[in-house]
């Protein structure tokens, strides 16, 4: 089964970074980050669900327009490590931030497994 544990949330002033973990681990034999879509959704109180940032396996990345400049995702396919790198962190960034994988490269970047999240809490 597949588990994805988040790590690096935290409570930072504006302007400050964080940089966000998430280890993969039980993908079906064939299948890892090398080979399949990862991404980051956030979800702040009162709000929807957000995707934040998605790195396709051939390591192209897409960002909603909010974080452009200021957040980088990237994967270390050795380790099956997703990572969220946030610089500039504004209030408006405060949310529970999940990773998510697909489970087959057909899918694309339609994902299927969500972790449990980690709490980023930026105050002005």
């Known amino acids: 089964q597949v588990r994805l544990v988040e790590s690096g949330g935290g409570s930072v002033q504006a302007g400050e970074s964080l940089r966000l973990s998430c280890a993969a681990s039980?993908?079906?034999?064939?299948?890892?980050?090398?080979?399949?879509?990862m991404g980051w959704i956030r979800q702040a109180p009162g709000k929807e669900r957000e995707e934040v940032a998605t790195?396709?396996?051939?390591?192209?990345?897409k960002y909603t327009e909010s974080v452009k400049g200021r957040f980088t995702i990237s994967k270390d396919n050795a380790k099956n490590t997703l990572y969220l790198q946030m610089n500039f962190l504004e209030p408006g960034d405060t949310a529970m931030y999940y990773c998510?994988?697909?489970?087959?490269?057909?899918?694309?970047?339609?994902?299927?497994?969500w972790g449990q999240g980690t709490q980023v809490t930026v105050s002005s």
């Open positions: 790195i396709a396996p051939d390591g192209r990345t």
């Open positions: 998510a994988t697909s489970l087959t490269e057909t899918a694309g970047c339609r994902f299927s497994r």
């Open positions: 039980g993908y079906a034999s064939g299948y890892s980050s090398r080979n399949l879509c």
